[in-house]
C-alpha cells in the first residue's frame, strides 16, 4: 500500500530551526509537496521538490532523496506565526496526491 | 482573486438529511477534487473530475455524489448524512491533471451530522 510518514507533533523555540522529516512509500512518484496549515484554515504551498536535492525559499527549504524515500522541509529563525501544521504529500503514477497526517508544529517563546 | 470558493462554511445536519457542498474556480483548471480531512489522518479523496462531463472515485466516495457540467463548478453531494460523515471538506484544483502542479484549496466547510 501507499504510506507518507511524519511526526505527530514537533516543538521548537521562536528563533531556533526545526527540520521535519517525511518518509513515503508509494505507487510511482512524481513529485513530492509541502503544505502548511494553520488551525481551521485551508492548507497553503509552500515547495515543491521532484529531483533529489534542496530547494531553499527563504526561511524555508525542503530536501528531497528519492532512493531513500525520504524528504524534509527545514524552517529557520522561527517565528510565532510559523506554528502550524505542516503536511507532506506525494503525487503517485496517476498524478493523484496521498497525503501525510501533517506534523504539528509547536514554537515556544 | 477568489480561487477556489467554496460554501457554506459551517453546517450542521441531522442523520438522513442531505446536502450539497458547493465548489467553484475562477482559474481555469481543468482538475478538480473533494477532500475530507479528520483529526490524525491525512486529507482524503473522496472523488475528483478531469475535466467538465468526467468524474471518478478517489479513496472513501461511499455516501457522496459529484458532477461537473462546467469547468467552473464541482459540488458534492451527501445524499444521507450519517455521523461518519462529521468532518472538515476541502474543495481544491489544479491546472492539469496529468502534472505535478500544486494544487488550491478552498476554505474548507465544518460539517457536523447529529
Known amino acids: 500500500g501507499q504510506n507518507i510518514d511524519q511526526p505527530t507533533e514537533m516543538t521548537a523555540t521562536e528563533g531556533a530551526i526545526v527540520q521535519i522529516n517525511c518518509t513515503y512509500q508509494t505507487s510511482g512518484f512524481n513529485g513530492l509537496f509541502w503544505y502548511q ?3 481551521g484554515e485551508a492548507p497553503t504551498f509552500l515547495s515543491y521538490n521532484v529531483l533529489d536535492g ?20 527545514l524552517l529557520k529563525e522561527l517565528q510565532m506565526k510559523d506554528s502550524a501544521s505542516y503536511l507532506c504529500a506525494v503525487s503517485d503514477s496517476n498524478y493523484q496526491l496521498i497525503w501525510g497526517a501533517g506534523t504539528k508544529l509547536i514554537i515556544k517563546p | 482573486n477568489a480561487g477556489v470558493t467554496q460554501t457554506p462554511k459551517f453546517q450542521v445536519l441531522k442523520t438522513g438529511q442531505s446536502m450539497t ?19 490524525g489522518m491525512g486529507l482524503r479523496l473522496i472523488h475528483y473530475s478531469v475535466g467538465a462531463g468526467i468524474t471518478d472515485q478517489g479513496e472513501v466516495p461511499n455516501g457522496y455524489n459529484v458532477s461537473r457540467s462546467t469547468t467552473e463548478d464541482f459540488p458534492l453531494r451527501l ?36
Open chain 1, 37 to 39: 496549515q494553520h488551525a
Open chain 1, 54 to 73: 534542496l530547494e531553499e525559499k527563504g526561511r524555508f527549504s525542503s530536501f528531497l532523496s528519492r532512493s531513500k524515500g525520504y524528504s524534509y522541509l
Open chain 2, 21 to 39: 457542498l458547493q465548489c467553484a474556480q475562477d482559474m481555469n483548471h481543468e482538475y478538480m477534487s473533494w477532500y475530507r480531512q479528520d483529526p
Open chain 2, 79 to 114: 445524499l444521507s448524512a450519517a455521523p461518519s460523515q462529521t468532518s472538515v471538506y476541502f474543495c481544491a484544483s489544479k491546472g492539469q491533471p496529468d502534472s505535478g502542479n500544486t494544487i488550491y484549496f478552498g476554505e474548507g466547510s465544518w460539517l457536523t451530522v447529529v
